[in-house]
């Protein structure tokens, strides 16, 4: 009978209720909730001007520099330009435009640099900007994005804002509801339920203490009435056990009648899904608990410092050029712009009015095309 007892036990209880409960999970094919959006797709690269406009600005120094060779053969020599009786001469125009566009260009493409490079420090060179502040950055960033961007108190809203407590409380109940009505789910629990308990009254202490309260309990039950206390006796008597022996018996016979109460474990089984409707806010407080104890666990701040840390200089330099490499090139490119204009500038002084004419007008424009 041991030996049969012993193989009873040990076939059920090669799975736990968790593998119990992922084995039927899998079988009923619950999935988990998904936000019903799509997948963020990777942002296109935005460009700091429509194409048009960059692909000018990048045959700019290219014009300029051209302009300065030609320079050294033709400058508008002897040339003079009347405007309302105002002789402005000509002459080196071409020489001046085109070097301060080319010093505009370079002074603007040699900044750019000097934030990368030298990546690693050198004794008269030193080091780019952003590998010698990596750590201040690190720091400022990491402190930025748990304030302003991954902190505890907004993953919470989101959660409860985008659904997903909802979602995941009705995956709950669904998948519970889906569990309770398969019956190898109800036998698997039920087999379980009988390895439990057999293992609990095995245990010398545990059974020793059942019987012990047991049998107080019904000594005390019977102590003042003589007909239920003699009752007792004769039985006892007629059995030719005491009572201690009948209740070693009993809770020794408990898992082997415990099949004979499947239909009420069925039964409460299968009312768990409606309890769990009616009870859904005690799921919905369960999720944002778990929720908060492991927001509570992340340092936020520290992980993406240490990742920003332990980034080398030339992956940094390749994530920030990633994301700011178009705006980077319009800055370079835009130096030839301005470093013509300022070329204008040096060589008549007066065309500053001539160009803050033009620069009012760029501007009225570009406001009231933005209005529209």
Do not use: C
Not at 173 to 188: E, N, V
């Amino acid at each position: 009978m041991s030996s049969g007892k012993q193989n009873d036990s040990d076939k059920p209880a090669e799975l736990s209720l968790a593998d119990i409960i992922r084995k039927h999970r899998k079988t009923s094919g619950s999935k988990t909730p998904s936000s019903g959006e799509e997948s963020p797709q990777q942002p296109p690269k935005s460009s700091a001007l429509p194409s048009a406009g960059m692909l000018m600005l990048r045959i700019w120094p290219w014009i300029l520099l051209a302009g300065f060779a030609f320079s050294f053969f033709w400058d508008f020599s002897g040339q003079q330009l009347n405007l309302f009786g105002y002789v402005v001469s000509l002459e080196g125009l071409l020489r001046i435009v085109s070097i301060s566009g080319l010093i505009g260009f370079t002074t603007n493409w040699l900044a750019i640099q000097m934030l990368f490079y030298p990546q690693k420090r050198r004794p008269i060179l030193g080091q780019g900007l952003i590998p010698a502040q990596k750590e201040k950055i690190a720091d400022r960033l990491s402190a930025a994005v748990e304030r302003e961007l991954i902190n505890p108190d907004i993953i919470k809203k989101e959660f409860i804002e985008k659904g997903i407590l909802k979602r995941y409380t009705d995956a709950v109940i669904t998948d519970f509801r889906q569990l309770t009505s398969d019956p190898g789910f109800k036998k698997d629990v039920n087999r379980l339920l009988g390895v439990y308990v057999r293992r609990i009254l095995e245990d010398p202490a545990v059974n020793s203490q059942i019987i012990s309260q047991t049998e107080k309990a019904i000594l005390e039950n019977v102590k003042d009435s003589p007909v239920e206390r003699n009752a007792l006796k004769l039985y006892l008597l007629m059995k030719g056990k005491t009572l201690n022996d009948m209740l070693h018996e009993a809770v020794a016979a408990f898992p082997e009648h415990l099949g004979q109460a499947q239909e009420p474990i069925d039964q409460f089984i299968a009312s768990l899904p409606a309890r769990l409707r009616k009870d859904r806010s005690y799921i919905e407080t369960l999720f944002i608990t778990l929720l908060n104890t492991i927001l509570d666990q992340i340092q936020i701040r520290r992980i993406v410092q240490e990742s920003i840390s332990r980034y080398d200089e030339e992956k940094l330099e390749r994530i920030i050029r990633d994301t700011t490499d178009d705006h980077l090139k319009y800055i370079q490119y835009l130096g030839a712009v301005i470093g013509t204009v300022g070329g204008l500038i040096i060589w008549n002084p007066a065309s500053l009015l001539l160009l803050i004419f033009t620069a009012s007008a760029l501007f009225l424009t570009d406001l009231i095309l933005q209005r529209k």
